[in-house]
């Protein structure tokens, strides 16, 4: 399967500022998304990310507040853009391979904290 | 009514148990299904896709009932390594590659 380097790993960042994390796979791959994990809480996908067109979001998640680039097929950045204490989470980023077969792999996740 | 429902547990049981987890989904057009594993503060990874007809990997079982929409995953002769978060994951449409993500159910297996 895709290995995923994701960074930073975790940061401890000031409300009103953004932070842009990106995450870089080994193999040129289908599809790319970003997942957000709320402290005890699953997962949530925020959005799907296109090579060379705009992201797709889910409902209660916008491009302004989650700006997203894919500029090839083994590269993503997500920014958390204007950041609240609310915005504290883990931030994923999740492939699926030219072969749907292995399934999704997961990135090692960005902890956030906004103070 | 959520889209992928577990129940969080905790479970906890001994070592040697055998353990069942279920899940429910609520889009009966729903295509692909997944269970994962999340250790405490890691990504989740996946741990076995569930085919209609059952499947079977060493002491893992998972089974899907279309019909009722239902999933499970028994787990035979726990470990202690077997003490995570389960994750029932649903794929809905095969276009998007969009997955769902239950809540996960806590196994904690003692000696």
């Known amino acids: 399967s895709a290995v995923i380097s994701q960074k930073p790993s975790r940061d401890i960042c000031q409300r009103g500022t953004s932070l842009t994390i990106q995450c870089q796979v080994d193999s040129q791959v289908t599809m790319m998304f970003w997942y957000r994990q709320q402290p005890g809480q699953s997962l949530t996908l925020i959005a799907t990310a296109n090579q060379g067109s705009e992201a797709t979001y889910e409902s209660g998640f916008v491009i302004d507040k989650f700006p997203i680039s894919r500029p090839n097929l083994t590269f993503s950045t997500l920014t958390v853009s204007n950041m609240s204490p609310e915005d504290s989470s883990i931030y994923l980023c999740?492939?699926?391979?030219?072969?749907?077969?292995?399934?999704?792999?997961f990135g090692s996740g960005t902890r956030l904290t906004v103070v | 009514r959520k889209e992928v429902e577990q129940d969080p547990g905790p479970f906890n049981v001994p070592e040697g148990a055998t353990v069942a987890f279920n899940c429910t989904y609520s889009?009966?057009?729903?295509?692909?299904f997944f269970w994962y594993r999340q250790d405490c503060r890691k990504e989740p990874k996946l741990l076995m896709s569930?085919?209609?007809s059952g499947n079977e990997d060493g002491r893992f079982t998972a089974q899907l009932n279309r019909a009722s929409q239902y999933i499970s995953l028994l787990i035979r002769d726990s470990k202690l390594s077997d003490s995570a978060t389960y994750l029932c994951?649903?794929?809905?449409?095969?276009?998007?590659?969009?997955?769902?993500f239950g809540q996960g159910t806590t196994l904690q297996v003692k000696p």
């Open positions: 994951v649903v794929k809905p449409q095969s276009n998007t590659g969009k997955l769902i």
């Open positions: 569930v085919y209609s």
């Open positions: 999740s492939v699926l391979g030219q072969s749907s077969n292995y399934g999704y792999t």
């Open positions: 889009n009966s057009a729903s295509q692909s």
